[in-house]
């Protein structure tokens, strides 16, 4: 079936033919250029045109058309390359009959070289007085209107590339983000951390609540999950001895897509042998206060209309606290199940089949009436043990050594103190199992692998997930995660 081309894309084609009339391959080759738009600006932005004038400063940049004024035998365009924009002026008289012939077949998101002296122009833009203008590849299609065009979401995320082009800010966060990978890492590698992979297919679905994607492994005949999370194996590489371990990586759990949550996504964990949860508190603070300095050169950033302040020390508080200052509710008080399911019931919160313990029901009160007003940076620690299934008890046998973090009334970060009994591990894995014959079809697989391993010795550790997309969120000011990944998953068209 042959594509039916619009107007403007049928002169575009037509094109085509003309490059080839003046011996120019319209999708060129490797062009050598020597500077950087960002470079320009930065060393000669602020020079006079009289200055410029006596230099002399020969530069040489490629990329995008994304503007053109002709006048005739002369004409003003705008040129942008990966970190920013300038002006060109080109002139038959300078350029020749066929390298201006060469030009005036541009068009709008031609990828193209300039190579000239920077001049001011009568309004004191910098510019290129371009002395040499070279065609590298055609854009076949127009690109969205300046100002009508490519604004709708669904068609942002979908065409990524094409936002990129047109839109300034989307381009800055898919660069932003790597620099924030960037200084994770370094951050990591400065305390000490190893890096390390794991894999992503996994016969056990463990280290989280979640539901997974399952695959099939044709040569064993036999059904694997995508990983959804990184957790035991990297604490399998602990007991093998990397005392400080992390592991930043894909992982996959086959649920909803919202702003916050997208099929596959990243997340870093990290555990530290011989350390606890105050370790990972140290850890988390010093994380978003380095991202806060170094990436972003602000201790402000902004969630929503909400201003964070990232240069306090987070808040410190128990998930039993939180709930009574809320509801005046004190669950660390006795209290059987029943009684636990009455208090739900006059406050309107819907009980799951799957719960047969108080614990359920405080996280539940948490997530109901706590959880959105955690506006500033907030450790919530202390949580039930029955949705803690890989984490210490604390010195009340009811309750373990877990914290999230919480920041605009969203998690950001979730911390162990670690389980490294395996005796007590077993029990919570059998609980697990327990509550999945109940009904709870996220609840984690027993990993008899891990078990084994955790027989050889594991150190007591400090451990923590924290997403990557949604750290990213954060300091980008973008309240979809869509926003920060270069291709989310869509739903079909």
Request: aromatic content about 10%.
């Amino acid at each position: 079936m042959e594509e039916k081309l619009t107007d403007q894309e049928q002169v575009r084609f037509d094109k085509l033919a003309k490059y080839r009339e003046l011996g120019v391959e319209p999708f060129g080759k490797r062009y050598d250029f020597t500077d950087s738009i960002k470079d320009i600006r930065a060393k000669y932005e602020d020079c006079s045109a009289e200055d410029l004038q006596e230099k002399k400063v020969v530069v040489d940049v490629a990329g995008r058309l994304m503007a053109i004024r002709r006048m005739g035998k002369a004409a003003f365009v705008n040129l942008k390359d990966q970190y920013g924009k300038i002006q060109g002026w080109l002139g038959i008289d300078v350029l020749g009959e066929h390298d201006y012939s060469v030009f005036k077949l541009s068009d709008l998101g031609d990828i193209v070289g300039l190579k000239g002296t920077l001049m001011k122009s009568r309004t004191g833009e910098l510019t290129i007085h371009v002395e040499k203008f070279t065609h590298i590849s055609k854009c076949l299609k127009p690109l969205p209107e300046k100002f009508h065009g490519l604004t709708d979401t669904e068609d942002r995320y979908r065409h990524r590339y094409l936002d990129m082009i047109v839109n300034d800010d989307s381009r800055k966060i898919a660069m932003l983000r790597p620099a924030i990978v960037k200084e994770i890492r370094r951050y990591c590698d400065a305390l000490g951390f190893i890096e390390v992979e794991t894999p992503i297919l996994s016969s056990v679905k463990g280290g989280a609540a979640a539901r997974p994607f399952i695959t099939h492994h044709n040569s064993l005949d036999k059904d694997f999950f995508l990983r959804i999370a990184t957790e035991l194996n990297l604490k399998k590489a602990m007991i093998g001895g990397i005392d400080r371990v992390y592991e930043i990586g894909r992982i996959f759990r086959n649920e909803g897509i919202d702003t916050y949550h997208n099929p596959e996504f990243t997340t870093i964990e990290l555990y530290q042998a011989y350390g606890d949860l105050q370790s990972m508190r140290e850890w988390t603070e010093g994380l978003f206060k380095s991202i806060a300095a170094n990436v972003i050169g602000s201790d402000k950033v902004f969630w929503g209309d909400v201003e964070i302040d990232l240069s306090k020390p987070f808040g410190w508080v128990s998930m039993t606290d939180a709930i009574k200052e809320k509801t005046g509710i004190d669950f660390t008080q006795e209290m059987n199940f029943e009684e636990a399911k009455q208090l739900a019931k006059e406050h309107h919160i819907e009980l799951q089949d799957s719960w047969n313990s108080v614990g359920y029901i405080i996280q539940a009160f948490f997530d109901e009436f706590v959880e959105p007003t955690l506006l500033q940076p907030t450790f919530i620690h202390t949580y039930p043990i029955e949705v803690s299934p890989l984490t210490k008890k604390g010195s009340d046998p009811r309750f373990v050594e877990r914290f999230e973090l919480f920041i605009g009334g969203t998690e950001f970060g979730n911390a162990y103190s670690e389980l490294n009994d395996p005796f007590d591990q077993k029990s919570r894995f059998e609980a697990q199992l327990a509550a999945k014959g109940r009904g709870d079809d996220e609840a984690e697989d027993m990993d008899l692998n891990f078990l084994d391993a955790m027989r050889y010795g594991m150190p007591p550790a400090g451990g923590i997930g924290v997403g990557i997309d949604r750290l990213v969120m954060l300091f980008t000011s973008t309240r979809s995660i869509r926003e920060v990944l270069l291709f989310p998953t869509m739903k079909d068209e």
